[in-house]
């Protein structure tokens, strides 16, 4: 990894709720040593940890986000997957975000297979599996 990377600055940056500094960090170290998997871990960390941060605010104030909000997710969340495809917690999300806000359940079992996977458990799992039923029963009947 970059001699130049701080671990503990990057840990600060996040629990002080700074994601785009700790993106901006990650993405600097990550243009001199492109092929560390440490530093594209940590980078697509970052994304997720933004991308969940608002996901929580919307769920803290029960909102659901405008149609722009969840493009700007889905972006932030395919962007950690390209950095880093083997983390599993982006594709948990988007299989959330589809599933939930876009009623699109083909999209959303898509993104949990490949959470589970690489091995994701989450305990809402279930609750997602649940609605992406029910949102493919809806769409059969439909028809």
């Not at 440490?38 to 940890?49: I, M, P, S, T, V």
Request: with cysteine; proline share 5%; glycine share 6%.
């Amino acid at each position: 990894m970059s001699s130049g990377f701080n671990g503990h600055k990057y840990v600060a940056l996040l629990d002080a709720k700074r994601h785009d500094e700790a993106i901006d960090y990650c993405d600097s170290h990550l243009a001199e040593n492109p092929d560390d998997p440490r530093l594209k871990r940590f980078a697509a960390l970052a994304r997720g940890a933004k991308g969940e941060h608002a996901l929580g605010a919307f769920d803290g104030v029960a909102v659901v986000p405008s149609t722009q909000r969840i493009d700007e997710l889905i972006a932030l969340f395919n962007e950690a997957i390209s950095i880093d495809p083997t983390l599993a917690d982006p594709y948990w999300d988007l299989a959330v975000i589809h599933g939930r806000f876009r009623k699109d359940p083909v999209s959303a079992r898509s993104y949990l297979v490949e959470a589970k996977q690489l091995g994701y458990q989450h305990p809402m799992m279930s609750e997602l599996e649940k609605l992406l039923a029910s949102l493919e029963s809806l769409i059969a009947n439909s028809g």
